[in-house]
């Protein structure tokens, strides 16, 4: 069973820098988008940062130029490297795969980070 697991999360000041990791358990048989998403108190579930098979990457507009996700195939692993951080940026960041297994095709979930900006 595939299971997701997020950790780096944490307690940051204004300006500083976080990497998150979200490693992989369970095998597969390919992948099709890997992603960040991040919940702020009440507020909906929002994408960060995403990257397909074909190298294709999103980000959203408050992160551009500040957070870049990256994939390590041979750990399993996708980061996401934070710099800049603000305090708006304070929510809980979920890892999210498109995975193909041999239940089918759907949506992982890791059970999410904390992630702190404050002075």
């Known amino acids: 069973q595939v299971q997701l697991a997020e950790s780096g999360g944490g307690l940051v000041q204004p300006g500083g820098s976080l990497r998150l990791s979200c490693a992989r358990s369970?095998?597969?048989?390919?992948?099709?988008?890997m992603g960040w998403y991040r919940q702020a108190p009440g507020k909906q579930r929002e994408l960060v940062a995403s990257?397909?098979?074909?190298?294709?990457?999103n980000y959203a507009d408050s992160v551009k130029g500040r957070f870049r996700i990256s994939l390590d195939n041979a750990k399993d692993e996708v980061y996401l490297q934070m710099n800049s951080l603000q305090p708006n940026d304070t929510a809980v960041y979920y890892c999210?795969?498109?995975?193909?297994?041999?239940?089918?095709?759907?949506?992982?979930w890791g059970q999410g980070t904390q992630v702190t900006v404050s002075s």
């Open positions: 999210y795969q498109d995975l193909a297994t041999r239940s089918g095709r759907r949506d992982y």
């Open positions: 369970g095998s597969i048989f390919i992948w099709y988008i």
């Open positions: 990257l397909d098979r074909d190298g294709q990457q």
